[in-house]
């Protein structure tokens, strides 16, 4: 059932034995996973069905730290940020949930072998199941393409499985809608979590509308889930017993904020020989009703030798070069491509014989490189609460996202790794194209990921949540989606918190019951 | 025929040649044999000039490319600005990836042979960085051999 907020008499009080605050991924995910299961589930969504320009302005906020969009990174209405995804998918490395000791607060609370039973139906959510994700053998059969093997032992090939991509209030809304156990609270901003007098439990969620009606909402349990920015904020204004913000006596909330720095421009790629070059290298190659493109990867080996973060590069063509047309003498980046396409010809090509015709009709062609990396998580990279409020008078947050050098370091040694990848294999050559290494590529941003300001961890001292996701010391809230990871790998979230919310679904319906 | 088997002495032509200048000569005429060519060698007088191995124009074909690229790498290695400290070098990392490796005056197994050196040096991260392309130590000397040839 959906139900809008603005059209309930004032001061309403619902009944639910699970509240989920956030109609997004995690939390239609998990009513989902709960529809028909005789737990009464009430959403409460603060957008619409359709985006409106006054529900979104709720989300902006202050900025601090490097130049980054409150608003502009996530969505407020049903379905929350899977309306503007991009739909790719991969698990996170093993590496990822391990401590590592050159990492910082590194380390899950269980390895990923806890969530791979989760990943084959986490696929079948985003719908880019059956996940090869880790298969070359699948992709060269349904490409028909030997894929390389990289000779210098630091990039491997993991494969990104593309979502349509899956727009979770569109495509799930009716199920939820049929579902007898369901309720969808639809224009209903969340603007404090109640805590029990000793602040071990939850006694209700207060709820305001933009029209100004005031409602209430009181479940057995919990789930906060409505994205890695809202749910910091949500924790610290709900401050009416904890003034420092509910699960924040150990001030964690918000910390650890973590993106997947995105940049581009920063290097470029020329291949004189398309036949040594599988397509799914370059592009996105359908198989069995779906779409996947490699990804390099270092190697985990790699990664432990030189105690590097995680990252993920991928390629796209950008030009080509027909042998028939003429160097723009003008374009200084043109020649140097050309050049070396031509130069390194011998190299690069299955024609022994440089002094024989090349294919006549191409040179060669030139690929962007886009690339993206895990940072450390980083206590002083933060979400707070801003002394700014919005429409409903309640404090905006204040974003500061910071990177370190080690993050820098990381990704440039990654990068260089690629060149060799490359040449060792007779592929390409990469041009680096940041002349000062002492700085990040511009433009630098984000992949609207935001990850880690509740991050779990079975001590207190280290983490807002402990291993099934509850957050400490309150026994009936628990925290959906990737603000949850005390690390970020370099794969993109969205798989890996479904995933951990169907992980969450499976806990809740053994607790509630 | 290799540069070998010439005489020494005949490197210095009719030209008053010094001790330095011979024992170059020597070094690059014995280099001219490892890379099967008897066909470079020292200018007389004022900067080197090079006569081009055999091997080479099978291994770069377009060689005004090379050449842009080779000079960007000699304005930052300007010790290389010698034929025969190019060749030395090449032929040096040669042996140390594999001391059996014979090269010889056939131009395609020379090229052959140096394809091989080219990967094995970027899978050992043996590179160099030339105006932001990332590139093999040899190659880069390669593309400054062809700039000081042309």
């Known amino acids: 059932m959906f139900t809008d907020a603005r059209t309930l008499p004032d001061q309403t009080s619902l009944e639910a034995d699970l509240a989920i605050i956030g109609g997004g991924v995690a939390g239609i995910t998990l009513a989902r996973a709960l529809a028909g299961s005789g737990i009464s589930v009430c959403v409460v969504e603060a957008g619409g069905l359709e985006a409106d320009p006054e529900v979104q302005s709720l989300y902006e906020g202050e900025n601090t730290g490097i130049d980054y969009s409150p608003s502009g990174t996530r969505l407020r209405l049903f379905g929350g940020s899977s309306n503007h995804w991009g739909g790719y998918c991969r698990p996170l490395d093993a590496i990822d949930f391990e401590q590592r000791d050159w990492v910082p607060f590194s380390g899950w609370p269980f390895a990923i072998e806890e969530l791979i039973p989760y990943y084959e139906p986490a696929s079948e959510i985003v719908e880019v199941a059956p996940g090869h994700y880790n298969d070359r053998e699948y992709w060269q059969r349904v490409s028909n393409e030997q894929l390389p093997e990289l000779a210098a032992g630091r990039m491997r090939l993991q494969f990104v499985h593309f979502s349509t991509p899956t727009r979770f209030g569109s495509r799930y809304g009716d199920e939820l809608k049929a579902a007898a156990n369901i309720r969808i609270l639809l224009n209903a901003n969340v603007t404090r979590i109640s805590a029990s007098d000793n602040a071990h439990g939850v006694k209700g969620l207060a709820i305001r509308t933009l029209s100004g009606l005031r409602h209430s909402v009181k479940a057995r349990y919990y789930v906060l889930a409505a994205g890695g920015l809202e749910n910091a904020r949500i924790l610290l204004l709900s401050n009416n017993i904890v003034q420092a913000g509910l699960g924040n006596q150990n001030d964690l909330v918000g910390r650890f904020f973590m993106e997947h720095p995105h940049m581009g421009g920063f290097a470029e790629m020329v291949v004189a020989d398309l036949q040594r070059f599988p397509k799914i290298l370059r592009e996105r190659v359908m198989a069995e009703g779906r779409s996947a493109k490699a990804a390099f990867n270092p190697t985990q080996s790699f990664l432990r030798e030189h105690r590097l973060l995680n990252a993920t590069f991928m390629m796209g063509v950008a030009g080509k070069y027909p042998a028939d047309q003429l160097p723009d003498a003008a374009n200084a980046n043109d020649t140097a491509r050309r050049d070396m396409l031509m130069a390194a010809r011998r190299f690069l090509t299955d024609n022994d014989d440089v002094e024989k015709p090349g294919r006549p009709d191409d040179t060669g062609i030139w690929l962007g490189v886009g690339g993206s990396c895990e940072q450390v998580p980083n206590p002083d990279s933060r979400v707070s609460l801003s002394t700014q409020q919005d429409a409903l008078d309640l404090a905006k947050i204040k974003l500061n996202w910071r990177l370190t050098e080690q993050d820098r370091l990381s990704f440039y040694t990654h990068l260089h790794s690629l060149a060799l990848e490359f040449g060792a294999l007779g592929l390409g050559r990469l041009r680096e194209m940041v002349a000062d290494q002492s700085d990040w590529p511009q433009p630098l941003g984000g992949g609207s990921h935001h990850m880690g300001t509740t991050r779990m961890s079975d001590n207190p001292l280290r983490g807002v949540v402990d291993r099934n996701c509850k957050v400490h010391a309150v026994d009936n809230l628990y925290v959906a989606g990737s603000s949850v990871f005390p690390t970020s790998g370099a794969a993109n979230p969205t798989l890996t918190l479904v995933a951990l919310t169907l992980r969450l679904a499976d806990h809740l319906k053994g607790r509630i019951r | ?150």
């Not at chain 2, 044999?33 to 191995?53: D, I, K, M, Q, T």
């Not at chain 2, 990392?93 to 990967?119: F, H, N, P, Y």
């Open chain 2, 1 to 150: 025929m290799t540069g070998g088997h010439r005489s020494l002495l005949s490197l210095c032509g009719d030209h008053r040649c010094t001790r330095r200048t011979f024992l170059l000569s020597a070094l690059l005429s014995l280099t001219a044999g490892v890379f099967g060519s008897n066909r470079y060698s020292l200018a007389n007088s004022g900067p080197e000039r090079c006569v081009e191995p055999p091997w080479l124009r099978k291994t770069i074909a377009d060689r005004q490319s090379a050449a842009r690229i080779g000079r960007a790498y000699l304005d930052a290695h300007p010790e290389y600005r010698h034929c025969h400290a190019l060749l030395t070098d090449m032929e040096q990392t040669l042996k140390r990836q594999d001391a059996s490796v014979s090269l010889t005056a056939d131009a395609e197994q020379t090229a052959g042979i140096l394809q091989a050196l080219l990967r094995k040096e970027y899978a050992r991260d043996e590179v160099v960085s030339v105006a932001g392309w990332v590139l093999s130590k040899t190659e880069a000397r390669l593309y400054a051999l062809v700039a000081m040839i042309a």
